[in-house]
């Protein structure tokens, strides 16, 4: 018998984690997306902080009209602008054991037209 989803999802987690772990000249890009909602933190695992955050439940992006999509790429916007203003441009992305496809894919790609490189 194979492994269940959410058994997949952990074992790919922490694999990922193992190799992208945040460090202060290359913080992670930690992505958490749940059925309806998406949000996203940039941490410093060295001293287990988070730098910035940024998430679809947010006052300004929640107010916005559109697909789960379309807002996951606002809170990929608004994460790389916040990143960028504390100074920091490149980072490690964590997927967090989601498929890179969809919403994951829509932030990845709204930080990096806002300026963050992975």
């Known amino acids: 018998m194979g492994l269940s989803k959410t058994q997949r999802k952990l074992r790919i987690r922490r694999r990922i984690?193992?190799?992208?772990s945040g460090t202060a000249a290359r913080p992670?890009?930690?992505?958490?997306r749940s059925n309806s909602e998406i949000y996203a933190q940039i941490i410093d695992d060295v001293k287990g902080i988070t730098i910035a955050s940024a998430s679809?439940?947010?006052k300004d992006i929640a107010k916005t009209k559109g697909n789960k999509t379309e807002i996951a790429a606002l809170v990929g916007k608004t994460i790389a602008e916040k990143s960028v203003k504390a100074g920091l441009d490149k980072v490690?992305?964590?997927?967090?054991?989601n498929l890179y496809h969809g919403r994951v894919k829509s932030l990845a790609d709204g930080a990096r037209e806002a300026g963050l490189k992975f």
Request: aromatic share 12%; proline share 0%; no cysteine.
């Open 92 to 97: 490690a992305f964590d997927r967090g054991g």
């Open 17 to 20: 984690r193992k190799v992208s």
């Open 28 to 32: 992670r890009l930690s992505v958490f």
């Open 56 to 58: 679809s439940r947010d």
